[in-house]
């Protein structure tokens, strides 16, 4: 319905524009007929009555109106211009009728048919409803002129006229109408077409430009997107080369794709290609780490498999690594897996380091507890083994001073007063010796040293002094004299084995003492073997250490501080060997200890012996009371003593007085020590014996100043050392 009311509009809009320029014909008769009616210009002489005038007026009224429509009706409606145009063609038709039925004549029939034709023009606006008109008034005028003349002339060719150029002009203007018909269609179907063609082509472009744009704005994301990529591609490779651990992607052949640098340095790698040319599968080292049995379950499973372990590169660096393995999915399948190795070396070698620090701490703990306990113990001891020899010195020392008293008896507590000295004097040793060893100021000074002279003396000063008869001390030499002699040092080897000898002694109630040695593997092997009553298997680690005592209590039999085997100890390390005991609760105890076989072969020079009587000797010394002592010791000696107070003094007599043949010498005093006055007179009188006589007891003090004096002794002074001393200087 819509297309036919498009046909019938377009059509209409044709022929209306068609018709505004035959308007124009219209008026020009309105114009002609009422010039001819109402004006004097009559060329031809025609006789125009009222009825004609009437008829022209009509007919120059329906040109006006007609012309008017067809000029201006494109602004109607289509419905009122149907309207119209149907009224138009009944008033051409219906006048063209009453003229012809007026006055048939030439002229007449004529205008009639102008009329039909114009009318035949109309049909294409209103075609059916036009031709029913037209034939309507062809057969209304036939009959008209056979009522009134019957079947004349005029009636006869106007029946045989009249109706055949109606058909033909029917028949052409059918045709006409069905071409425009069909021209309109196509027009209208072109116009369509161009309109959709249009339209889709405006999508198509708007489509076009839609999709280029999304295209650049595509094209542009794509490529911020690779930048953002390769951003992200660089960032993540900065950060995979910068991990410590070693990164790797293996494929399910095992063969390794991409790897970063750490891993080359984990395993010593020279290049990438080189470490890639491994097959993780085929290279036999890692199969036998059980590295290639991990990955193989990682991608039959499907799970992390994590692993550890010391491997071996085949760049010969020795690690310990810590590994895992990660499965890489693509839809669902295994395509690879990524692999990470962190070197542990250094942190396994922290956490063992840490884990034995931690051992060593518990030990430690577990020591100092036990030398808390120890110490308490000592000081407990100390202040029981200082005050029993100090109540013994006080006790009898005021008891001396009873003038009743017999000298039997002030004999026998004078021994006493002794006995307790020297024993308090050992305890005050040793204690300075620990002190000195804990704070690590001793230090081995090797000498020329010969063992056997050493055993020999030792022997027979423990022969003498040892008071219990049924203890008998040997000595076993298995090297002679020359090949005794060793470089060592002699003070300590000495105090090593005065130490274990008193230890033999304190435990042992009778039977054999064996001192001696062997030679094995450049080492010499020392013992001092006893009869004692031995000492339990489970405390023989301990009792080499400090304060430590196999029998404690207030109720022990033996005396003793439990410092001497672990000042034993102690030297025995600083000299290089080893000490160890191997007993048996009953039979007595073994002690070993060993010290590097340094032979010197040096001939061995006899002890000197001076034949010389001294008669004049030098003492040194700032304490009165110390200088009273020696004056005292050396007066049943027949000896002329001089006193000085100070080095400086000592040094101006010995330049002065060329008597003097034995110097005793203070090392701590005013003005000038006695240290740097020996050193004076030494180069001016190299001859003359000086034997240091201090205070300063431990053997890095006496090692100290051996180079300059001849010989020390140590305060308090013991009469029988002090002659022992002289005698080497004098017959």
Same mark, same amino acid.
Request: proline fraction near 2%; charge should be neutral.
């Given at each position: 319905?819509?297309?036919?009311?498009?046909?019938?509009?377009?059509?209409?809009?044709?022929?209306?524009?068609?018709?505004?320029?035959?308007?124009?014909?219209?008026?020009?008769?309105?114009?002609?007929?009422?010039?001819?009616?109402?004006?004097?210009?009559?060329?031809?002489?025609?006789?125009?009555?009222?009825?004609?005038?009437?008829?022209?007026?009509?007919?120059?009224?329906?040109?006006?109106?007609?012309?008017?429509?067809?000029?201006?009706?494109?602004?109607?409606?289509?419905?009122?211009?149907?309207?119209?145009?149907?009224?138009?063609?009944?008033?051409?038709?219906?006048?063209?009728?009453?003229?012809?039925?007026?006055?048939?004549?030439?002229?007449?029939?004529?205008?009639?048919?102008?009329?039909?034709?114009?009318?035949?023009?109309?049909?294409?606006?209103?075609?059916?409803?036009?031709?029913?008109?037209?034939?309507?008034?062809?057969?209304?005028?036939?009959?008209?002129?056979?009522?009134?003349?019957?079947?004349?002339?005029?009636?006869?060719?106007?029946?045989?006229?009249?109706?055949?150029?109606?058909?033909?002009?029917?028949?052409?203007?059918?045709?006409?109408?069905?071409?425009?018909?069909?021209?309109?269609?196509?027009?209208?179907?072109?116009?369509?077409?161009?309109?959709?063609?249009?339209?889709?082509?405006?999508?198509? !472009?708007? *489509?076009? #430009?839609?999709?280029? %744009?999304? =295209? @650049?704005? &595509?094209?542009?994301?794509?490529? +911020? $997107?690779? /930048?953002?990529?390769?951003?992200?591609?660089?960032?993540?490779?900065?950060?995979?080369?910068?991990?410590?651990?070693?990164?790797?992607?293996?494929?399910?052949?095992?063969?390794?794709?991409?790897?970063?640098?750490?891993?080359?340095?984990?395993?010593?790698?020279?290049?990438?290609?080189?470490?890639?040319?491994?097959?993780?599968?085929?290279?036999?080292?890692?199969?036998?780490?059980?590295?290639?049995?991990?990955?193989?379950?990682?991608?039959?499973?499907?799970?992390?498999?994590?692993?550890?372990?010391?491997?071996?590169?085949?760049?010969?660096?020795?690690?310990?690594?810590?590994?895992?393995?990660?499965?890489?999915?693509?839809?669902?399948?295994?395509?690879?897996?990524?692999?990470?190795?962190?070197?542990?070396?250094?942190?396994?070698?922290? !956490?063992? *380091?840490? #884990?034995?620090?931690? %051992?060593? =701490? @518990?030990? &430690?703990?577990?020591?100092?507890? +036990? $030398?808390? /306990?120890?110490?308490?113990?000592?000081?407990?001891?100390?202040?029981?083994?200082?005050?029993?020899?100090?109540?013994?010195?006080?006790?009898?020392?005021?008891?001396?001073?009873?003038?009743?008293?017999?000298?039997?008896?002030?004999?026998?507590?004078?021994?006493?007063?002794?006995?307790?000295?020297?024993?308090?004097?050992?305890?005050?040793?040793?204690?300075?010796?620990?002190?000195?060893?804990?704070?690590?100021?001793?230090?081995?000074?090797?000498?020329?040293?010969?063992?056997?002279?050493?055993?020999?003396?030792?022997?027979?000063?423990?022969?003498?002094?040892?008071?219990?008869?049924?203890?008998?001390?040997?000595?076993?030499?298995?090297?002679?004299?020359?090949?005794?002699?060793?470089?060592?040092?002699?003070?300590?080897?000495?105090?090593?084995?005065?130490?274990?000898?008193?230890?033999?002694?304190?435990?042992?109630?009778?039977?054999?003492?064996?001192?001696?040695?062997?030679?094995?593997?450049?080492?010499?092997?020392?013992?001092?073997?006893?009869?004692?009553?031995?000492?339990?298997?489970?405390?023989?680690?301990?009792?080499?250490?400090?304060?430590?005592?196999?029998?404690?209590?207030?109720?022990?039999?033996?005396?003793?501080?439990?410092?001497?085997?672990?000042?034993?100890?102690?030297?025995?390390?600083?000299?290089?060997?080893?000490?160890?005991?191997?007993?048996?609760?009953?039979?007595?105890?073994?002690?070993?200890?060993?010290?590097?076989?340094?032979?010197?072969?040096?001939?061995?020079?006899?002890?000197?012996?001076?034949?010389?009587?001294?008669?004049?000797?030098?003492?040194?010394?700032?304490?009165?009371?110390?200088?009273?002592?020696?004056?005292?010791?050396?007066?049943?000696?027949?000896?002329?003593?001089?006193?000085?107070?100070?080095?400086?003094?000592?040094?101006?007599?010995?330049?002065?007085?060329?008597?003097?043949?034995?110097?005793?010498?203070?090392?701590?005093?005013?003005?000038?020590?006695?240290?740097?006055?020996?050193?004076?007179?030494?180069?001016?009188?190299?001859?003359?014996?000086?034997?240091?006589?201090?205070?300063?007891?431990?053997?890095?003090?006496?090692?100290?100043?051996?180079?300059?004096?001849?010989?020390?002794?140590?305060?308090?002074?013991?009469?029988?050392?002090?002659?022992?001393?002289?005698?080497?200087?004098?017959?």
């Amino acid at each position: 319905m819509n297309q036919v009311n498009n046909i019938k509009k377009e059509l209409i809009s044709q022929n209306l524009n068609r018709m505004k320029y035959l308007s124009l014909v219209f008026i020009g008769l309105f114009i002609f007929v009422l010039i001819i009616d109402f004006s004097s210009f009559n060329p031809w002489n025609m006789e125009i009555n009222s009825l004609y005038k009437m008829v022209d007026i009509s007919f120059a009224i329906i040109s006006l109106f007609a012309g008017v429509f067809f000029w201006f009706g494109e602004k109607l409606s289509l419905k009122i211009r149907d309207f119209v145009l149907k009224i138009i063609i009944i008033l051409f038709v219906l006048w063209a009728v009453l003229v012809s039925g007026i006055d048939y004549s030439s002229i007449s029939f004529s205008t009639y048919i102008s009329a039909l034709l114009l009318s035949i023009f109309f049909i294409y606006f209103r075609p059916y409803f036009s031709l029913i008109l037209i034939w309507l008034s062809t057969f209304t005028l036939l009959a008209l002129l056979y009522s009134i003349n019957k079947f004349d002339a005029n009636f006869i060719s106007t029946a045989f006229v009249l109706p055949p150029i109606n058909l033909i002009a029917s028949i052409i203007a059918i045709k006409n109408y069905k071409e425009k018909i069909i021209s309109i269609e196509n027009y209208l179907l072109k116009e369509k077409l161009n309109q959709e063609l249009q339209v889709t082509k405006q999508n198509l !472009d708007s *489509e076009v #430009k839609r999709q280029t %744009e999304d =295209l @650049l704005q &595509a094209n542009k994301e794509l490529k +911020e $997107s690779k /930048n953002q990529l390769s951003l992200e591609r660089d960032r993540f490779a900065a950060l995979i080369n910068n991990l410590q651990s070693g990164v790797f992607y293996i494929n399910t052949q095992g063969n390794i794709l991409e790897l970063n640098s750490s891993l080359l340095q984990i395993l010593g790698s020279p290049s990438m290609d080189a470490t890639k040319a491994i097959n993780i599968f085929d290279f036999q080292p890692l199969r036998e780490f059980g590295y290639s049995q991990k990955l193989k379950k990682c991608i039959e499973t499907g799970e992390i498999v994590y692993g550890k372990g010391e491997y071996k590169t085949m760049w010969d660096k020795l690690i310990y690594i810590n590994y895992y393995f990660v499965p890489i999915f693509k839809e669902g399948v295994i395509v690879g897996v990524l692999a990470n190795i962190e070197d542990i070396t250094e942190k396994n070698k922290k !956490d063992e *380091e840490l #884990k034995k620090a931690n %051992e060593m =701490l @518990l030990t &430690a703990k577990e020591k100092a507890e +036990e $030398s808390d /306990n120890l110490k308490t113990a000592f000081l407990n001891n100390m202040s029981h083994e200082i005050r029993t020899p100090m109540n013994a010195i006080c006790g009898f020392s005021k008891m001396l001073n009873n003038k009743s008293l017999t000298d039997k008896k002030r004999e026998q507590f004078v021994k006493i007063i002794n006995e307790n000295s020297d024993q308090l004097l050992s305890i005050i040793t040793d204690i300075i010796t620990i002190s000195s060893l804990e704070a690590k100021q001793e230090q081995p000074k090797n000498k020329n040293t010969i063992i056997n002279y050493i055993l020999s003396d030792l022997v027979s000063v423990f022969r003498e002094e040892n008071k219990n008869t049924e203890i008998e001390i040997i000595c076993k030499k298995t090297l002679s004299d020359q090949d005794s002699q060793i470089l060592t040092d002699q003070t300590k080897l000495n105090q090593i084995i005065t130490n274990l000898l008193n230890n033999s002694i304190k435990f042992t109630d009778k039977g054999i003492i064996e001192l001696g040695y062997n030679l094995i593997n450049n080492n010499l092997e020392f013992y001092v073997k006893d009869s004692g009553i031995g000492i339990p298997k489970n405390e023989l680690f301990k009792i080499f250490d400090r304060f430590y005592q196999v029998n404690k209590g207030y109720s022990r039999l033996y005396g003793g501080n439990g410092l001497g085997l672990s000042i034993s100890k102690a030297f025995v390390e600083l000299l290089g060997g080893k000490i160890w005991a191997e007993s048996e609760i009953g039979k007595g105890t073994i002690f070993y200890f060993t010290i590097p076989y340094q032979p010197i072969n040096e001939t061995i020079k006899l002890r000197p012996k001076q034949t010389k009587s001294y008669k004049t000797f030098l003492i040194a010394e700032d304490q009165y009371s110390n200088f009273e002592l020696l004056k005292e010791l050396l007066l049943k000696k027949n000896i002329k003593i001089i006193h000085t107070k100070n080095g400086k003094e000592t040094v101006e007599i010995c330049k002065t007085n060329a008597e003097i043949d034995l110097i005793l010498m203070d090392i701590k005093m005013p003005i000038m020590s006695g240290y740097d006055a020996a050193k004076i007179i030494k180069k001016i009188r190299p001859d003359i014996p000086i034997i240091a006589q201090s205070a300063y007891a431990l053997n890095q003090e006496i090692e100290k100043y051996s180079g300059i004096f001849d010989d020390y002794i140590t305060k308090p002074i013991k009469e029988k050392t002090l002659l022992e001393k002289l005698n080497i200087y004098i017959n």
